[in-house]
């Protein structure tokens, strides 16, 4: 099982930028799916996005699309993602995911998670 720490999250102004990190534990990430998921208070935890196959185009969901950024860097076992202009209703917590079945990392269950972190933006 691979463990994930996530990092950079924080309060940040409407139209900012934060870069969140994914760092893996334990096994390398080289072949899993990888993606990042958020939950906001009383909201279902959604995907926001996923690299499934490195060769692939990554996923975004459409709230996202054009802001945010996914990425892996093998040689660091770790996942980021960029996120620039920022808006109130992407407040939420923010976690990564990886599964070792790549297709089945959009899925909100199973492989491994991170314990989230907390992002907040101000109007």
């Known amino acids: 099982q691979v463990q994930l720490v996530e990092s950079g999250g924080g309060l940040v102004q409407a139209g900012g930028s934060l870069r969140l990190s994914c760092a893996a534990n334990?096994?390398?990430?080289?072949?899993?799916?990888v993606g990042w998921f958020r939950q906001a208070p009383g909201k279902e935890r959604e995907v926001v996005a996923a690299i499934i196959r490195s060769d692939w185009t990554p996923y975004y969901a459409d709230a996202v699309k054009g802001r945010f950024t996914i990425s892996r860097d093998n040689t660091k076992n770790t996942v980021y993602l960029q996120m620039n202009n920022l808006q109130p209703e992407d407040t939420a917590i923010y976690y990564c995911?990886?599964?070792?079945?790549?297709?089945?990392?959009?899925?909100?269950?199973?492989?491994?998670w991170g314990q989230g972190t907390q992002v907040t933006v101000s109007s």
């Open positions: 334990g096994r390398t990430l080289r072949s899993y799916g």
């Open positions: 995911h990886a599964d070792p079945i790549p297709t089945l990392v959009l899925q909100t269950r199973g492989g491994s």
